[in-house]
């Protein structure tokens, strides 16, 4: 398994990184299949401030996702093992994952491959190549629509 998350520096060793407050990264995860998107995308994500995760094929996707919970799932399509359809069903069926927002990232560009991403429940699609502003765009709208399942607390 591949999993790996790519770590900020300390805050305080960059003061553009600081947070002024203690609340919780939100967490991006990318299944891809190809390193150097994932390398890239781990570098723009973080800059923004965002966790990275990651993941190269849709089976370990799901395993990423199911453990880590993030709060925005981007999948491309064309992967090994499990496709980004496949993938996405699951995650949809899931009901500890299916709150997660999956927005479909790929170079597939017809309208018809946006209608069958659309059908296996992603919700929403970005066609490759992208400029580096639709992309923060899509993760910006996106990353606040995570509506986790209700949980009450007892302190």
Do not use: W
């Not at 299916?98 to 560009?109: E, L, M, R, S």
């Amino acid at each position: 398994m591949s999993q790996s998350i790519i770590a900020d520096p300390p805050a305080d060793s960059d003061p553009m990184l600081a947070k002024s407050d203690s609340r919780q990264r939100p967490r991006v995860l990318v299944v891809e299949d190809n390193g150097d998107m994932r390398e890239f995308l781990a570098r723009v994500l973080s800059m923004q401030g965002y966790e990275f995760l990651e993941a190269a094929d849709g089976e370990e996707g799901l395993q990423v996702a199911r453990t880590r919970q993030p709060n925005l799932i981007l999948m491309d399509i064309s992967l090994p093992v499990l496709d980004g359809f496949e993938a996405t069903r699951r995650i949809k069926q899931d009901p500890a994952l299916q709150h997660i927002p999956v927005i479909a990232v790929t170079a597939h560009a017809r309208p018809a491959d946006e209608q069958r991403a659309l059908d296996a429940g992603c919700d929403g699609y970005l066609s490759k190549p992208y400029s580096l502003r639709d992309f923060l765009a899509v993760v910006e709208k996106n990353i606040g629509r995570t509506q986790a399942p209700d949980r009450t607390t007892v302190a």
